[in-house]
Antibody, heavy 112, light 109 residues
Framework: QVQLQQWGAGLLKPSETLSLTCAVY????????LSWIRQAPGKGLEWIGE???????GFNPSLKGRVTISVDTSNNQFSLKMTSVTAADTAVYYC??????WGQGTLVTVSS | QSALTQPRSVSGSPGQSVTISCTGS?????????VAWYHHHPGKAPKLMIY???NRPSGVPDRFSGSKSGNTASLTISGLQAEDEADYYC?????????FGGGTKLTVL
């Protein structure tokens, strides 16, 4: 059974860099879209970005170049970095594999 | 980019059918056969119900069906059950990125 386990800092100050990692256990890592999605309090889901085996890398244009996604195939992990965070980046962040398998979610709060 | 347009809420009684629409543009919904639908309870991970417009992942009941006409995709749930009550989100490929709809709260009366 495929499981995704994610971790990272949950409390950041404005202007700091958000860093989250997601590990894929029990299933193939390559050949799938590896994505990050978030949900701000009281808001809907927002797609952040992906690394896809055929489409390559894509990012939400509204995040204006603040996001990078890296892949560590040797450890079946992928990571999200988002620079210059503000309170508007406060959200539950999810990693996902192929849209079908999801991490448990990480609440990231940005506050001074 | 703008979120896809979904009704804020829909409702139905057990056993009935409901349809949730998702309207975009020729740059997203209308331009690609890559529309997915997710079932989501806040605080839990979303669950994929439909992918590539009308395909169901293994384990999703055939009460859930998806379709698309022009720039509008639809999710139909037939034989409503209490467990179907949740937020539903559509998601479409838009060329170099994906965009979600604003979400629809389904209430089972």
């Amino acid at each position: 059974q495929v499981q995704l386990q994610q971790w990272g800092a949950g409390l950041l100050k404005p202007s700091e860099t958000l860093s989250l990692t997601c590990a894929v256990y029990g299933g193939s890592f390559s050949g799938y879209s590896l994505s990050w999605i978030r949900q701000a309090p009281g808001k809907g889901l927002e797609w952040i970005g992906e690394v896809d085996h055929s489409r390559g890398t894509g990012f939400n244009p509204s995040l204006k170049g603040r996001v990078t996604i890296s892949v560590d195939t040797s450890n079946n992990q992928f990571s999200l970095k988002m620079t210059s965070v503000t309170a508007a980046d406060t959200a539950v962040y999810y990693c996902a594999r192929g849209g079908l398998n999801w991490g448990q979610g990480t609440l990231v709060t940005v506050s001074s | 980019q703008s979120a896809l347009t979904q009704p804020r809420s829909v409702s139905g009684s057990p056993g009935q059918s409901v349809t949730i629409s998702c309207t975009g543009s020729s740059s997203d919904v209308g331009g690609y056969n890559y529309v997915a639908w997710y079932h989501h309870h806040p605080g839990k991970a979303p669950k994929l119900m439909i992918y590539d417009v009308s395909n169901r992942p293994s384990g999703v009941p055939d009460r859930f069906s998806g379709s698309k006409s022009g720039n509008t995709a639809s999710l139909t749930i037939s034989g409503l059950q209490a467990e179907d009550e949740a937020d539903y989100y559509c998601c479409s490929y838009a060329g170099t990125y994906w965009v979600f709809g604003g979400g629809t709260k389904l209430t089972v009366l």
